[in-house]
């Protein structure tokens, strides 16, 4: 069975920028997540989606931050415009339970690089 | 504002001995907790969840979770040198809070 799949793995960036990032979830996981992880911390939730509607986005910064997930399995989170506090790893995660509960695998993220 | 607490560490283990890894947790309604082990630059890869009171065993694993104490640890048994990753906790009652995790540096 095939993991999370993210793209880029890398993005460089000069400030002022957008820059989007895309997932693809587990094949029959409908929940699907994205968490920002800086150095030294864990992971910290951005939005939570189950099936095409953001049941959780109160952690994300509306003024800069936009995502969607239009046909309920592919996602894109997109940053315009970047800043330098934004340089972290981007994660994004999947769920075959609904409601936020269930285990959650992780996809190899996105390292993002704001200069 | 739930808050998940672990021990940074690091966590220094002689191969072969068992590491101890301790987390607590604020919110007392939280059903279910998870650890996942992160290689440096890597993502974070689930090795264990445990919803009830008590053991579970996986292998060298072992997840211990004590609700009415709020605490879940996690006991490494015959540490590797590939165990050598920080441990991240994880607290979920719709959603995943994470503690700041504990690096465990197993020596050879």
């Known amino acids: 069975e095939a993991g999370v799949v993210q793209s880029p793995r890398y993005k460089i960036i000069e400030k002022k920028q957008p820059v989007a990032f895309w997932c693809n979830p587990i094949?029959?996981?409908?929940?699907l997540y994205w968490y920002l992880q800086n150095l030294g911390q864990g992971p910290e939730l951005l939005i939570r989606?189950?099936?095409?509607?953001?049941?959780?986005d109160s952690q994300l910064p509306k003024d800069r931050f936009s995502a969607e997930r239009l046909k309920g399995v592919d996602s894109t989170l997109k940053i315009q415009p970047a800043e330098l506090g934004d340089s972290a790893v981007y994660l994004c995660?999947?769920?075959?339970?609904?409601?936020?509960?269930?285990?959650?695998?992780f996809g190899p993220g996105t390292r993002l690089t704001v200069l | 504002q739930k808050e998940v607490e672990q021990n940074s560490g690091p966590l220094s283990v002689p191969e072969g001995a068992i590491a101890s890894l301790n987390c607590t947790y604020s919110?007392?309604?939280?059903?279910?907790f998870f650890w996942y082990r992160q290689y440096s630059g890597k993502s974070p890869e689930l090795i264990m969840s445990?919803?009830?009171?008590g053991d579970k065993e996986d292998g060298r694993f072992t997840a211990q979770l004590n609700k009415a104490s709020q605490y879940v640890s996690l006991l490494i048994r015959d540490s590797q040198p590939s165990d050598s990753a920080t441990y991240l906790c994880?607290?979920?009652?719709?959603?995943?809070?994470f503690g700041g995790g504990t690096r465990v540096l197993v020596k050879p």
């Open positions: 989606y189950e099936n095409e509607e953001a049941v959780d």
């Open positions: 094949s029959g996981h409908n929940t």
């Open positions: 994880a607290v979920n009652d719709h959603k995943l809070t």
């Open positions: 995660a999947s769920s075959l339970q609904s409601g936020g509960a269930g285990e959650q695998f």
């Open positions: 445990i919803y009830s009171n």
């Open positions: 919110d007392r309604v939280s059903q279910s």
